[in-house]
């Protein structure tokens, strides 16, 4: 199953479990249930813009986007993370008016069953779309999977605050709840916009995978021919690496060119959706970057 076919199921998966956690809000009138009806809701929205971004991100490199469209899956991850971190503004305004005025309970019981559903849909959906993520290398689809995996601990811990405000008539442990799952969310989205906003900075690629592209230039490495000036970057599922190659000057371009066809093969068969770009230099001649006339 492709990227887009895992989004378009958590929309779906969404719309359900918003029918099924709205329903256990209005049979109980728990603020903690409707904190948690509020997040799916989120869920449907950050899936449907994920889908979004995750079909530009696939389209083809053209004339005015020579490098591709991949870096739109980190606006997917930072929208998301900003519509969960608003979710979680309008849950602590709902559970300090609950707070300040507790209601009591009621249909306890058919309520809890119906977001235990919604729970087991969203934790089944979220494993399965965090391993494809993972396969896959996608921000957008791992944003999502997150998302919903904090959705799952949210509501677990609902549930079992409910049950507490059940047996021990605590009617403000329900507002507490809705609040501790506010804060919960809230962090998660200040992660997923701090890793939307590291990607749109070509943030470099992780450490296992720079060591993975160092072992396998030192597998061509001799004293004849040396590497350096290795920068790597991230733009969505795809990989980037620029160095230089540094060669016996009188090689001839062909046996050059060849060289560097046989290092470009490699490193992409070491880390898959990689893309190198390595620039021949004689031995004997050194490329100097920050230059200060070439920052004006």
């Known amino acids: 199953m492709q990227v887009a076919s895992y989004l378009k199921l958590s929309v779906v998966v969404a719309v359900a479990t918003i029918a099924l956690k709205a329903g256990a809000w209005w049979l109980t009138g728990s603020v903690g249930l409707l904190s948690d009806a509020l997040e799916s809701l989120v869920n449907l929205a950050g899936a449907s813009?994920?889908?979004?971004?995750?079909?530009?991100?696939?389209q083809p490199a053209d004339d005015e986007h020579p490098y591709g469209h991949h870096k739109a899956e980190y606006f997917s991850s930072g929208f998301e993370g900003v519509?969960?971190?608003?979710a979680a503004l309008a849950i602590?305004?709902?559970a300090v008016d609950r707070l300040i005025s507790p209601q009591p309970l009621e249909q306890l019981g058919i309520g809890l069953a119906l977001?235990?559903?919604a729970t087991a849909l969203n934790g089944a959906l979220a494993w399965a779309m965090l391993r494809k993520a993972r396969e896959a290398r996608s921000m957008a689809l791992e944003g999502d999977a997150r998302h919903l995996f904090t959705d799952v601990w949210t509501s677990i811990g609902v549930v079992a605050g409910l049950v507490a405000v059940h047996f021990s008539g605590w009617l403000w442990l329900d507002p507490v709840i809705a609040i501790?799952?506010?804060?919960?969310?809230?962090?998660?989205?200040?992660?997923?916009?701090s890793r939307s906003v590291q990607g749109l900075m070509d943030h470099a690629l992780e450490p296992e995978v720079i060591a993975s592209i160092q072992a396998t230039l030192a597998e061509f490495a001799h004293d004849t021919i040396r590497f350096d000036h290795v920068t790597t970057r991230r733009a969505g599922a795809r990989r980037f690496v620029d160095?230089?190659?540094?060669?016996?000057?009188?090689?001839?371009?062909?046996?050059?060119a060849a060289l560097r066809t046989s290092v470009e093969q490699a490193l992409m068969s070491a880390v898959p959706g990689l893309r190198a770009t390595i620039q021949l230099?004689?031995?004997?001649?050194?490329?100097h970057f920050d230059d200060p006339k070439d920052l004006l």
């Open 281 to 287: 230099l004689p031995a004997d001649v050194e490329a």
């Open 243 to 256: 160095l230089h190659m540094h060669m016996p000057a009188d090689w001839s371009l062909r046996r050059a």
């Open 180 to 193: 501790a799952v506010a804060l919960n969310i809230g962090r998660e989205a200040i992660g997923l916009i």
């Open 83 to 86: 519509l969960i971190l608003v």
């Open 115 to 117: 977001s235990l559903v």
């Open 49 to 58: 813009f994920a889908l979004a971004m995750v079909t530009l991100a696939a």
């Open 92 to 94: 602590i305004a709902s």
